[in-house]
């Protein structure tokens, strides 16, 4: 068991990325309806306002839907990226439907944004935004080159485009509850895979063999949330400033 947890370590640093990233994503949200509502004092300006910030993100979230059922040969119906209010009170961006099947393949149509996302936000944030040193002088605590690194970022070639498209694609890829809808019998499913292999005798050969594919592959899901965090943290903090600042000067206020 303590072999298995110490090549865990992608687990690990995905269960301590993902509760901030979802906090943070959050209140970033808020942030910006806040300051598009204040500055327009207009709900339908301000929604379409906040819908557009994440155009590119929720085209590609929703086109992953659509070809992953395509391509499990699964029945799609209306496409669309007008957001709108459901009952619930939640904003929904756009949605794409398809016909119910098994639940591995549903689950797979849920998972795709995510897959499709967590590659883009990969290749912006380590190719075009060059976050790489970043992260190795964050993790080994240098900080005056953390600092000068982050200090010529904006320098960089097309940066604000790439840093927006990092954004717009990382606050839509995380799936919705109704792509996530067949994840339990899914995750059910391989828990008794693994159960049986377990009392079958299979412990080592899964180990030695499959363990490491998967530290991998949790490894680079970290890598992808630890760069949305640290986007989505870049702007919450200004935003929140902006929001205060906006508010006092017009005396408005306004709850989460």
Known sequence: MSDFLARGDGLVWLLFLIGPLLFVQRRLHFELQAVFLLMTRRP????????????????????????????????????????QLLP????????????????????????????????????????????????????SADWPVFWQLMRNLPAQSDFWLWFYLAFAISTTMLPSDSDRRAWLPLGLTLLGLIVTSL??????????????????????????F???????????????????????????????
């Not at 080592?204 to 490491?212: G, K, M, R, V």
């Not at 006092?248 to 709850?255: E, N, Q, Y």
Request: charged share 15%; glycine share 12%.
């Open 44 to 83: 339908g300006v301000a929604l379409g306002l906040f819908s557009l910030l994440f155009l590119p993100g929720v085209l590609l979230h929703e086109t992953s839907h659509y070809l992953m059922a395509r391509l499990l040969r699964v029945r799609t119906g209306r496409f669309s990226l007008l957001p």
């Open 199 to 224: 009392l079958a005798g299979a412990g080592p050969w899964l180990l030695e063999n499959i363990a490491p594919w998967l530290n991998r592959g949790l490894r680079a899901l970290s890598t992808v």
């Open 226 to 256: 630890g760069i949305s965090l640290g986007i989505h943290i870049v702007l919450w903090l200004p935003l929140r400033l902006l929001r205060e600042v906006i508010c006092k000067v017009t005396g408005m206020r306004l709850r989460m």
């Open 88 to 139: 619930s009170g939640k904003l929904q961006l756009g949605f794409v439907e398809t016909e119910k099947s098994d639940f591995l393949r549903d689950a797979l149509i849920g998972l795709a944004p995510l897959l499709t996302g967590g590659l883009a936000i990969a290749f912006l944030g380590l190719d075009r935004l060059g976050l790489a040193p970043l992260g190795s002088a964050f993790g």
